[in-house]
């Protein structure tokens, strides 16, 4: 590997997927204010993600819509006039 070409902020993280409360732990280098527990009793950055393998319906194999931003409805009236809202 190259040296000096990765982030010095490269550490463990606690990844929580939101839609369905479930934790696991990983690395990144993404910015985060919150902290957690992880089971070992440690203290790390919390990074919260709208979806993720827990909820994705790819591995679920259930349906779901997750619309946090609102961007159905925005596409929806962005086209309602158009060949693609009929």
Known sequence: ???DI????????IFRDISVNE???GKSC???KEKA???DGNEYPLIKLEISAYSHPFFTGK???VDTAGRIDKFNKKFANSKFGK
Request: overall charge positive; cysteine-free.
């Open 63 to 65: 349906m779901k819509f």
């Open 1 to 3: 590997m190259k040296k």
């Open 30 to 32: 993404a910015n985060s």
């Open 23 to 25: 934790d696991f732990i």
């Open 37 to 39: 527990t992880w089971e």
């Open 6 to 13: 990765h982030p010095s902020s490269y550490r463990t993280v």
